[in-house]
């Protein structure tokens, strides 16, 4: 019984440690797919557009947002 119980133990850490790997990777890979802010800037014209992004001059920096549309809300 006690055999089984440590077993138990041993498959519960290992699938904690694979979701945090998970985890992890997911965070590098939105992180480094992030389009970087532009610097800084006083109006919206200041700021580099990129494609399929919206740059706005928000509090004396550009930030850049993902550009939606009607499609995208589609079912």
Do not use: E, H
């Not at 119980?5 to 797919?33: E, G, Q, W």
């Not at 919206?54 to 499609?71: D, E, H, L, P």
């Amino acid at each position: 019984m006690q055999r089984l119980d440590n077993m138990a133990k041993n498959v519960k850490f290992i699938y904690v440690i694979i979701l945090l790997l998970f985890i992890f990777l997911v965070i590098i890979v939105c992180d480094s797919a992030f389009v970087p802010n532009s610097g800084p800037c006083t109006t919206d014209k200041d700021c580099k557009q990129v494609k399929g992004y919206i740059a706005r001059c928000r509090k004396g920096y550009c930030m850049q947002s993902v550009k939606r549309t009607w499609s995208s809300y589609s079912r």
